[in-house]
């Protein structure tokens, strides 16, 4: 199935991990055919690992259940790789342990592979922006992860109440307060009447005063601070 429309996707370099070849070849060739550049495919962790890191894509579409190494592993090394890769799970498993495993694992979004053709491309889109892009029922599950992880005790992350501590801007703490809120890149440019690219810079900018890796990290840490409250 093809989609003509034009846009950012153009220039998304995507990268397809499935250990069934019919599955993994129909899903290059879909994205190809509506103008992502599929860089590299894989169909077994090991090879997942030494492709991604010689290819770079922007976005890897990985399922979880894969030879010589779990999807979830694969994820944890190439995020901890580059943590500008966007993942996103496309699995058969809807078992909230399996979503849960590859949110914490780096992930930014999970999708069952009942979803449609339309479904995945949108879904890629997003996701090459940082959208958190789950099937729906899903993005409730996850918030809800989010918030017990941030009841338990974490690695200590710089206290931007402490002297020295680096300071986040007005606009970042509240670009951080709407992320701890569950609101998608998009929907926090619409709030705040800034573009998407404004708001994806703030949040590297934030992730990088507070030495944080990704979203999973950079919500927990706003959730222990109470700014999803406000």
């Excluded at 090879?47 to 894509?57: E, G």
């Excluded at 491309?121 to 809800?144: C, E, H, I, N, S």
């Excluded at 501590?165 to 998608?184: D, N």
Aim: with cysteine; hydrophobic share 40%.
């Amino acid at each position: 199935m093809t989609d003509t429309t034009s846009g950012p996707q153009d220039r998304i370099k995507v990268m397809v991990v499935d250990d069934h070849p019919m599955w993994r070849d129909a899903v290059a060739r879909d994205l190809a055919e509506s103008g992502f550049d599929v860089v590299a495919t894989a169909g077994d962790g090991d090879q997942a690992v030494r492709r991604a890191k010689a290819a770079a894509p922007d976005v890897l579409v990985l399922d979880l259940n894969l030879p010589a190494k779990p999807g979830v592993q694969v994820c944890k090394e190439l995020v901890a790789h580059n943590p500008a890769l966007r993942v996103l799970v496309l699995s058969a498993s809807g078992e909230h342990a399996d979503v849960l495993e590859a949110v914490k694992s780096g992930a930014t979004g999970y999708l069952l592979k009942s979803a449609s053709t339309e479904e995945l491309l949108d879904a890629v889109r997003r996701t090459a922006v940082g959208d958190p892009v789950f099937t729906p029922g899903l993005a409730g599950l996850v918030l809800g992860e989010y918030r017990r992880l941030a009841s338990e005790p974490a690695p200590a992350a710089p206290d931007a109440d402490q002297p020295g501590a680096p300071q986040l801007t007005e606009r970042e703490t509240e670009v951080l307060r709407l992320v701890a809120k569950g609101l998608s890149y998009k929907q926090i440019a619409e709030r705040l009447v800034i573009s998407h690219r404004t708001v994806q810079n703030h949040v590297q900018n934030t992730l990088g005063k507070l030495q944080l890796h990704n979203r999973v990290e950079l919500v927990r840490y706003a959730i222990e601070r109470g700014l999803d409250d406000e």
